[in-house]
């Protein structure tokens, strides 16, 4: 399948989740006048804030059943970013009153394809009015990794921190991806640092597709994200970018058969020496 339309939508989500509805309502709509049959939502679509996490989780199940409806009603499918999921996979609660960070995948009939919780968590110290970031105080991590079936081929999922290690990446190239999604919300400092490189290297090293939905604007008085959307094809060039902050759609045209023949004529793959037994 040739000429695939996807698209990242970048968002400047506020703490609740009731003003953040609207605009992602519109952007979904906006992706299927546009043709996108394929669309990524960015981390903590639902809430960003101090302490929003905690507080929308209790309308989680609500929110996922929002997305499902909106994917079947504009027959997308849909990358839902990340929402606070205060259930692991196998229905059991997240202990110590923390939750996940969690992405489901929704089919363009609504039904779900699959669920990815973040396995890295930013504990990290960033020179930027904020300083301290420690996710795990909010979010317990992730433990399974696995591609999502889609009917335009295989995802993985590399949520914001889980980008800086190539490892997942590439085993997630192992397991059959052809697209690797990034929902994320970069800072301002390391995402001018390091967003681009980034999404550049995954796609060259795993010959795969990468689309970056990050948050892009001010949240709180000290938590700035970096933005900049982008998609970036299998031989690291950059398709479609949006260069300021603020929401906005991402769009651009995919041909999987191209990647297809990149992968033939080096293949990387391969060649790797250090393939899990």
């Known amino acids: 399948m040739t000429g695939i339309r996807v698209a990242a939508w970048q968002a400047c989500s506020q703490d609740l989740w009731e003003h953040n509805r609207p605009a992602l309502a519109e952007a979904m709509a906006d992706a299927a006048d546009n043709g996108v049959q394929l669309l990524v939502l960015p981390e903590n679509v639902a809430a960003f804030g101090p302490g929003a996490a905690l507080k929308v989780a209790a309308q989680t199940p609500e929110i996922v059943d929002w997305l499902a409806a909106q994917a079947q009603r504009h027959g997308l499918v849909l990358v839902a970013g990340t929402l606070p999921a205060p259930l692991r996979p196998d229905g059991s609660p997240v202990p110590n009153g923390r939750v996940r960070s969690a992405t489901w995948v929704f089919a363009a009939d609504g039904s779900v394809l699959g669920r990815y919780d973040k396995r890295h968590l930013f504990d990290v110290d960033v020179a930027d009015s904020q300083g301290r970031y420690q996710e795990s105080l909010t979010y317990e991590p992730g433990d399974a990794l696995d591609v999502i079936a889609t009917p335009f081929g295989a995802i993985g999922v590399l949520t914001c921190y889980d980008l800086r290690f190539p490892l997942q990446a590439a085993r997630l190239r192992d397991l059959g991806a052809d697209l690797l999604v990034v929902p994320a919300a970069f800072t301002a400092v390391t995402g001018e640092a390091h967003w681009q490189v980034l999404l550049r290297a ?21 938590r700035v994200t970096w ?21 906005g759609l991402v769009t651009a045209c995919w041909d999987r058969q191209q990647q297809q023949r990149w992968r033939l004529q080096m293949p990387v793959h391969a060649h790797r020496r250090d393939q899990p037994a």
């Open 202 to 222: 995954r796609a060259i090293e795993n010959q795969c597709l990468v689309i970056g939905a990050g948050q892009g604007g001010r949240h709180s008085p000290t």
């Open 227 to 247: 933005g900049h959307s982008q998609i970036v094809d299998a031989w690291g060039q950059v398709l479609a970018e949006r260069s300021e902050n603020g929401p």
